[in-house]
């Protein structure tokens, strides 16, 4: 079975929340995600999301806390 995206590549993404995740390199990104620029082997941008994404609160729920 063929694709149009290349499995093996994937971006870091990120939402207005600064909520992070990965998706394959080169798909369409869900409504409200925008890529951060990052982008690898999935390992990789694991690795990357994990020195980045230190407060697992929403943006809303740490303003709202007023950190």
Do not use: I
């Amino acid at each position: 079975m063929s694709t149009d995206t290349d499995l093996s590549t994937f971006a870091v993404v990120v939402n207005d929340e600064e909520q992070y995740s990965v998706w394959p390199a080169g798909r369409t990104l869900p409504a409200g995600w925008r890529e951060t620029g990052f982008t690898g082997p999935r390992g990789a941008c694991l690795a990357h999301v994990d020195e980045v994404w230190t407060d697992l609160r929403p943006k809303s729920l740490r303003q709202r806390m007023g950190a």
